[in-house]
């Protein structure tokens, strides 16, 4: 089970912090993923990271602005979002996948385990 949060109201130029806690003992050898969903657009990729911290990012729509981590002793994963923009503004939901691959990363079905999701509004 993943459980987001973190999400709220910011400004342009704001910085936020998602977390995901996952409950469970494997975590550790789980990849961890982020993506998020804008009003009236598909899902889309975000970031991951893999059980040893090897991470791959949207390169287009993050490059620079964004950082996946994880705290394996705390069943934690984070998003550190920084400059935020508008169009940062969507749900924004963890997932957990066992054995996914580099080039999988960024595919929704490497994905076996899914949180609730946290709102991120950034507005003026």
């Known amino acids: 089970q993943l459980q987001a949060s973190g999400g709220g109201l910011v400004q342009p130029g704001d910085s936020l912090r998602l977390s995901c806690v996952a409950s469970?003992?494997?975590?550790?050898?789980?990849?961890m993923g982020w993506f998020r969903q804008a009003p009236g657009k598909e899902r889309e990729f975000v970031a991951a990271i893999n059980w040893s911290g090897g991470t791959t990012y949207d390169s287009d729509s993050v490059k620079g602005r964004i950082t996946i981590s994880r705290v394996n002793a705390k069943n934690t994963v984070y998003l550190q979002m920084n400059s935020l923009k508008p169009e940062d503004t969507a749900v924004y939901y963890c997932a957990a996948g066992r054995g996914v691959i580099v080039t999988s990363r960024r595919s929704e079905s490497a994905y076996d385990y899914w949180g609730q999701g946290t709102l991120v509004t950034v507005s003026s």
């Open positions: 469970g003992a494997s975590f550790r050898s789980y990849t």
